[in-house]
């Protein structure tokens, strides 16, 4: 699932993640705590703003908890560190909730 977030959409729509972004690593640490490890290109690749940074973190975040009942939150890293941001806009210093409303309506399980 989160390897199809690194290939980008099909079509039209604007890819949520850098286009080099390689999917290193995804465990489930803690109990609903969900631990996924991408390379450098995450960062280093991402256009900026928060609404791009909003989306490329739902887009991971949101994929895992609402797709598995068992992941209450995840922890993105780079390179299997932590991160503060992607681009500064959002910290990533604690494991991410799932947020539902950031989806478009009708997209929403």
């Known amino acids: 699932m989160i390897t199809e ?3 980008g959409p099909k ?5 949520t993640l850098p286009a080099e972004t390689k999917l290193l ?3 489930l640490d803690e109990p609903g705590i969900a631990k ?3 390379n450098r290109a995450l960062v280093k690749g991402h256009p900026g703003g928060s609404s791009a940074e909003l989306m490329t973190v739902y ?4 994929s895992l908890t609402l797709n598995f009942p068992e992941i209450k939150q995840v922890q993105i890293l780079v390179e ?3 991160i503060e941001t992607i681009t500064g806009h959002l910290s990533l210093k604690k494991p991410i909730p799932t947020n539902p409303s950031i ?3 009708g997209e929403q399980k």
Do not use: Y
């Open 5 to 7: 977030l690194t290939h």
């Open 11 to 15: 079509g039209k729509l604007t890819p």
């Open 25 to 27: 690593a995804l465990e």
């Open 36 to 38: 996924v490890s991408f």
């Open 59 to 62: 887009s991971v975040v949101n």
């Open 80 to 82: 299997g560190k932590e």
């Open 103 to 105: 989806m478009k309506k």
